[in-house]
């Protein structure tokens, strides 16, 4: 049997402890148990130890939007991997475009907090992908591969990574990547993975790119799309179970 799509629900830095108290609440009355799909809630910072007590025992799991690359010490305002498993959570999120863009992060410190993460025992969803102005020059390729030579360790592999490719120009656009352009450049990660190391086949490789219910079952129905890393979409609870339900579907006509 195939391994299942995952499904990532980006909340960025958006609801409070009650809103996002309702929103768990709906996304449980909605099922979102029910479906053949990873499914991935990845909250701000101060809603973890909250929303892992919601979803215990529901087969969600939790996620922590960044980590810091040291266990411990004097970085006031950082969270450490350690910290983010000891609240729970199975998975982060590094090298974000948005960390990239907005708070300059580099290769080689997202390398350094995905060799943290995996020590504390949390699968990193490393996301790269280019600009508009990478894309219109033709660097897409070349971009995503330096990122992907740069930032994974040596190890990689299905057991300890997940890829997310993001086209920069889309993430809250509205505007989404064609599906032969999808095709292209997920197809480049995985010959680029399977360069770096023998042990990379089966890592899964998520389209982050303004998923919504309208176009999520033509993008996961991709060669090499293992499944989404979702926004603004996931803030909605009846979009976010729409996403779920066509991907699990799609994943299923695929067997």
């Known amino acids: 049997m195939a391994t299942p799509p995952i499904i990532a629900g980006n909340w960025k830095m958006n609801l409070l402890l009650e809103s996002s108290t309702k929103l768990i609440s709906d996304l449980k009355k909605g099922g979102i148990s029910k479906f053949r799909a990873r499914v991935i809630i990845i909250p701000p910072a101060t809603l973890l130890s909250s929303i892992a007590d919601q979803i215990k025992n529901t087969g969600v799991f939790l996620g922590a939007q960044n980590c810091h690359e040291e266990l411990k010490g004097a970085f006031t305002g950082e969270v450490s991997a350690e910290m983010l498993a000891s609240a729970g959570c199975n998975y982060v999120i590094l090298g974000h475009s948005e960390r990239r863009t907005l708070f300059g992060e580099t290769n080689a410190q997202i390398k350094a907090k995905m060799s943290s993460a995996i020590k504390c025992g949390l699968t990193p969803i490393v996301c790269v992908g280019e600009s508009l102005r990478q894309r219109e020059a033709g660097g897409a390729m070349d971009t995503v591969e330096t990122q992907l030579e740069e930032c994974l360790i040596d190890e990689v592999s299905k057991d300890n990574c997940i890829i997310a490719y993001e086209p920069v120009w889309a993430i809250g656009t509205g505007q989404t990547a064609e599906p032969d352009d999808i095709e292209e450049i997920h197809s480049h990660i995985r010959n680029t993975l399977q360069a770096k190391?023998?042990?990379?086949?089966?890592?899964?490789?998520?389209?982050?790119?303004?998923?919504?219910?309208?176009?999520?079952?033509?993008?996961?129905?991709?060669?090499?799309?293992?499944?989404?890393?979702?926004?603004?979409?996931?803030?909605?609870p009846k979009d976010f179970l729409a996403i779920i339900d066509k991907t699990a579907k799609t994943a299923g006509k695929s067997e």
């Open 197 to 236: 190391n023998s042990n990379s086949d089966g890592i899964p490789i998520l389209y982050g790119g303004s998923v919504k219910p309208e176009n999520a079952s033509k993008i996961l129905a991709l060669p090499d799309v293992g499944g989404a890393l979702v926004g603004g979409a996931s803030l909605n």
